[in-house]
Structure formats: structure tokens, C-alpha cells
């Protein structure tokens, strides 16, 4: 069984930065590619960033490119966003899942697991 467990969300003003964080529980998450998905109020759930398995690879919504990073670390099984320039636009709940492949993916539907979220909110 995979358990995700996202963590540091918070409040921060515009312009500033938030890391998120995201711990998963179970074998092999050396093979699984990592997502960040946020929701925002009365939105659909929408793709930030994916990293491969290795962490070599990465893609990014266009709303977020040059301005949030997503790493890996597969000794802690763990995987972070950080996010810097922050805008109001960026408030939502954000989501870690884990899929049980290696490659990028940008569809949620590609996968398997997923934590809680964390909550972001980007307000003066």
C-alpha cells in the first residue's frame, strides 16, 4: 500500500515563496514519476509539475515556469515544489500523487496515488 502525505502549505504575501513538501509511504517510490496538482475555489483540478523517477526529467504548467521548481530525493522519499513569486492566482489546495511508472505524465488520470493537499494562499 502507497500512503502520501503532503505538507508545509500556508499563508504568504505576493511576491514571496512557499516549499512544499510531500513524504510517500511504501516500496519503490525510486521508480515512480511525482506530480503536484492544484485546485482553486469553483476550478477544476489543474497540473503544476511533474519529475521523472531519476529526477532528470521535469515538465510545468505554463503558469507556473521560471517561477516554481519541483526536486526529488529517493533516499527520503520525498518530493518538494518550491514556489517563489508568489501571485494571488496561485492560492489553492495542492496535491502530491504518485504514479507507478517511471516517465512524466501531465494527466491526472495517469496517477495512482494521492495525499490530502495542503492549503496555499497567496493574499496581502
Known amino acids: 500500500q502507497v500512503h502520501v502525505e503532503e505538507s508545509g502549505g500556508g499563508l504568504v504575501h505576493p511576491g514571496g515563496s512557499l516549499r512544499v513538501s510531500c513524504k510517500v509511504y511504501?516500496?519503490?517510490?525510486?521508480?515512480?514519476?511525482m506530480g503536484w496538482f492544484r485546485q482553486a475555489p469553483g476550478k477544476d483540478r489543474e497540473f503544476v509539475a511533474t519529475?521523472?523517477?531519476?529526477?532528470?526529467?521535469?515538465e510545468y504548467a505554463d503558469s507556473v515556469k521560471g517561477r516554481f521548481t519541483i526536486t526529488r530525493d529517493n533516499v527520503k522519499n520525498t518530493v518538494s515544489l518550491q514556489m517563489n513569486s508568489l501571485k494571488p492566482e496561485d492560492t489553492a489546495v495542492y496535491y502530491c500523487?504518485?504514479?507507478?511508472?517511471?516517465?512524466?505524465?501531465?494527466?491526472?488520470?495517469?496517477?495512482?496515488?494521492w495525499g490530502q493537499g495542503t492549503q496555499v494562499h497567496v493574499s496581502s
Open positions: 500523487a504518485a504514479r507507478a511508472a517511471p516517465l512524466i505524465r501531465t494527466s491526472e488520470a495517469d496517477y495512482d496515488y
Open positions: 519529475i521523472s523517477y531519476s529526477g532528470e526529467d521535469t
Open positions: 511504501g516500496r519503490a517510490f525510486g521508480s515512480y514519476c
